[in-house]
């Protein structure tokens, strides 16, 4: 289906009405399904989603309860399983009739939108073709150039959180017999600033609540994050939480209808009456990168009214906790007190009287718990604003009780399972050692490379082999063009994926495409069909298996898939990798072995809803140094775009951030509406404040340049963008990504965390400068 025919030819901005879910959710669903040529395959898929004995979502990481009769798939996650499970396949015919450089100027949409990868495919760049190429083949080829670089560490591997823990296992293990450490990953585009902060504070990288605990909670507090769109599962967990009298605070410098008000599929009488539950009592809109300052705001109130209570002969902190579990009080307090309120209201851009709201919200509950996405995570100050949370949480002992606690929300389902298996450029001592024991070779200790340094290291020639299993490295990562070359530097480049994408049509000097299985298609071996498992974000692990018969022709699976590149590196040394894939109950046995919290893990997954991994936190065991949580004090970042860069345009700068369509999941675009902003037909857009568009002398709708602003040589500009007013504070805007990541400098990474800041660009806009072509055209 071409572009043009989904682009919706009416106005491309309306604003939305309705709430979230409901009616617009399920013909979404439907509209969705029945454009698939397998609807009746699909349909059965669905009902198995999330279910026992069925498969994962391929989507987000939210978690489930095991509550039988209930449907388990959201609108998003519908579209997800519709996605994978076409019966539409790409081989060596479809590349017959295109080159790679005619398919590099069609859309993401239309690239993936061709259907499933049906057979390994190699890059013939005389022809600009590929060709098929046999799995024997494919495998010596990818062991010819790892055995003939000069060390291990010229080749990087990277990993998608949609990868299995089986695959990831058996992925870490050869990659470090191999001998190295690296390992970029999606988690260093996302949640990376979270695990760093968190494992710092209380030890542990990961959060320590359950989804119980939001059946308990009195005030739920959520920071830079849109459920309605990124993980809709959780707006139910959100509306029961409403509906028994929990308060839920957002912030998040966009209005999010998800955030606002939410109609359940699942309620007959909210469907029947057209009612819907609101979400939010109260909503703040920070200016991007503002959380920190906010929450430092909300500590100020509370601890000048601590100070006047302990006048009293009472207090308003957990004073008990606080001497019990944690050290750094005294100096995180005197970094508040230092915090002048200019400061904080100017970088926030939230009053004083509404972070006093926010603070008695937060001490009139006795239960509460915070959580975030990557609205918080992609600065340059994330684990400073992360541990600026966790202090305030500390303050009041709202860690390791029933109903309070932490939440980092991850986005692909098993993104936190792939780091918990080993996936991390910067391995724990101790799983290495553990590694050492149970395989008898000696894994190397030095740090790998994150994302970042993995493109800086194929820019300049020193890595020369990249292998991805899964994802779209290429529109995931910042600075797109420098990607793209870093991509074309390396002498091969390995991609195990389930749909075209725009990483493989960036090919380097020789390029492999290796079809693999998605979560709906049954993984048969030679002991009978396969189950895989994931971990979600509350720390639950459970199995995932296909229901559905496909033509999968010569699809492999990615423990498979692995098994075979190892094989052909390194023999069968340090295990024989195909007689792991007869049975991945023998994967399971050995990460039973090393990986902690995965003992008896083939007995503990027959459970239903699979087993908890637990979490030290959550039971104030701080595995610190100190052996006690940590109050960390950082002061408030001058300013969100530093001084020098504004200075580099005389004209207004703004702050960009980079967010998905309601019609996207991370770089997959299923379709071009954007319902709960009321977008449609069109993703060049750049949502604005109404009077920020006329201080520009502007108008709505208007065509516009977009360009970002960095100290260096390097032009980062996109064009032709269309300017929609919406709800939001002056001085901020946003767009989607992958269209927008050209814009985000490579070296533009958060303190420790390495992430790009994808949520805080400097930018600057000016009107649309139409190009050659677009003047002929014209």
């Known amino acids: 289906m071409s572009d043009k025919s989904n682009a919706n030819q009416k106005k491309p901005y309306s604003q939305y009405q309705g709430s979230a879910g409901g009616w617009g959710a399920l013909a979404s669903t439907a509209k969705h399904l029945l454009r698939s040529d397998n609807v009746a395959k699909n349909i059965k898929n669905l009902l198995k989603t999330n279910q026992t004995h069925g498969f994962d ?113 058996l992925y870490q293990l050869f990659v470090r017999a191999y001998g190295t450490n690296n390992f970029p990953d999606c988690s260093n585009m996302c949640h990376e600033a979270s695990g760093v902060a968190l494992k710092q504070a209380i030890g542990v990288g990961k959060g320590t609540v359950t989804l119980t605990d939001f059946e308990h909670a009195d005030a739920i507090f959520i920071f830079g994050q849109n459920p309605g769109t990124n993980h809709p599962r959780m707006l139910d967990t959100l509306s029961q939480a409403s509906r028994r009298g929990a308060t839920i605070v957002s912030f998040n410098p966009l209005k999010e209808r998800g955030l606002e008000r939410f109609t359940n599929p699942q309620s007959t009488t909210e469907m ?21 300052a906010a929450v430092r705001g909300i500590v100020k109130v509370l601890a000048e009214r601590h100070q006047q209570a302990l006048a009293k002969g009472a207090s308003v902190f957990d004073l008990d906790f606080i001497a019990a579990h944690t050290e750094g009080m005294a100096d995180y307090l005197a970094a508040v007190d230092a915090t002048d309120w200019q400061h904080i209201e100017q970088q926030s851009g939230l009053s004083q009287w509404q972070l006093a709201q926010a603070a008695t919200l937060y001490q009139n509950s006795d239960r509460v718990i915070f959580t975030w996405a990557m609205g918080i995570t992609q600065h340059k100050h994330s684990v400073a604003t992360i541990q600026e949370m966790t202090n305030l949480q500390l303050l009041f002992g709202q860690i390791g009780k029933r109903g309070a606690g932490l939440c980092p929300v991850r986005g692909h389902s098993n993104v936190q399972g792939d780091r918990t298996m080993g996936i991390n450029e910067k391995p724990d001592p101790a799983f290495l050692k553990k590694l050492a024991v149970v395989f008898d070779f ?126 052909a590196t390194l023999g069968n040394s340090p295990v024989d990798w195909q007689e792991l894939i007869t049975d991945y109950r023998s994967i399971r046995e050995l990460i039973s072995q090393v990986v902690p919290g995965f003992h008896n893990m083939n007995q ?59 019609d996207q999941y991370n770089t997959t675009v299923y379709g071009f509406e954007d319902r709960y902003r009321g977008i449609s037909g069109e993703r060049k857009v750049l949502l604005i404040n109404p009077d920020d568009i006329k201080a520009l002398g502007m108008c709505a709708e208007q065509l516009v340049d977009i360009e970002s602003l960095w100290p260096d040589e390097i032009t980062r500009k996109v064009t032709g963008f269309r300017l929609i007013p919406y709800d939001m504070p002056a001085g901020n805007t946003a767009t989607y990504f992958p269209e927008a990541n050209a814009l985000v400098p490579l070296a533009s990474v958060g303190q420790q965390s390495f992430t790009p800041t994808s949520k805080s660009i400097a930018i600057v806009i000016t009107p649309h400068q139409p190009n050659l072509e677009e003047t002929r055209i014209l």
């Open 57 to 169: 979502c391929p989507g987000c990481a939210w978690g489930e309860k095991d509550e039988p009769g209930r449907f388990r798939f959201c609108e998003n996650g519908a579209k997800a399983v519709n996605w994978e499970a076409t019966g539409r396949r790409v081989g060596e015919q479809f590349f017959a009739q295109h080159t790679v450089s005619w398919l590099a100027k069609q859309s993401d949409f239309f690239l993936e939108d061709q259907g499933r990868l049906a057979q390994p495919l190699s890059y013939d760049s005389a022809l600009d073709k590929y060709q098929a190429i046999s799995w024997d083949q494919a495998f010596s080829l990818v062991a010819e150039h790892l055995t003939q670089l000069e060390s291990p560490n010229q080749a990087e591997f990277y990993t998608s959180g949609r990868t299995s823990n089986e695959a990831a296992f």
């Open 272 to 292: 029947l009456t057209g009612g819907a539950t609101q979400i939010s009592s109260h909503y703040f809109q920070p200016n991007l990168g503002g959380d920190m």
């Open 442 to 567: 000696e894994p190397p200790r030095a740090h790998g490379h994150n994302t970042v340094q993995a493109i800086e290291s194929m820019l300049s020639g020193r890595s020369r082999v990249f292998v991805g299993l899964g994802g779209n490295f290429v529109a995931a990562t910042p600075d797109t063009e420098l990607s793209k070359q870093a991509m074309a530097n390396c002498q091969l480049t390995v991609h195990i994926a389930t749909k075209l994408n725009r990483t493989h049509i960036t090919p380097g000097k020789q390029s492999l495409i290796l079809p693999c299985l998605g979560r709906t298609d049954i993984d048969q071996q030679a002991s009978g069909p396969q189950q895989v498992t994931v971990e979600d974000s509350f720390s639950m692990v459970h199995a995932s298996a296909g229901v559905v018969a496909s033509e999968v022709g010569e699809m492999r699976s990615e423990p498979a898939i692995v098994a075979g590149i190892a094989e």
């Open 604 to 662: 503990r997954l027959t459970a239903p809803g699979g087993f908890y991994l637990g979490n030290s936190a959550a039971e104030r065991l701080w595995q610190t140094s100190q052996q006690k949580a940590q109050f960390l004090s950082h002061s408030l970042p001058e300013a969100i775009v530093p001084a020098s860069v504004r200075a580099l345009s005389s004209d207004r700068v703004f702050t960009l951030q980079t967010l998905r369509s309601h």
